[in-house]
């Protein structure tokens, strides 16, 4: 999908510094992705404490040794 984007030079210019990536379009992507990882690890770090286990739960009882 073509799109015209008005983007910081700068910022673009330093991106493609950092991450050693010699095309706009590869950056643009690389910084969408992380994005995208970014807020997932957030939701997943949101569930932290919002997990209720049974007091009686033994976890190294269910373990299975060969």
Do not use: C, H
């Amino acid at each position: 999908m073509a799109a015209n984007l008005a983007i910081d030079d700068n910022i673009l210019i330093m991106a493609q510094s950092i991450a050693g990536i010699k095309t706009k379009k590869d950056t643009v992507n690389l910084a969408l992705k992380e994005f995208i990882q970014r807020r997932k690890q957030e939701e997943i770090i949101g569930l932290f404490g919002k997990v209720e286990y049974e007091d009686d739960y033994d976890y190294k009882g269910m373990r299975i040794r060969k």
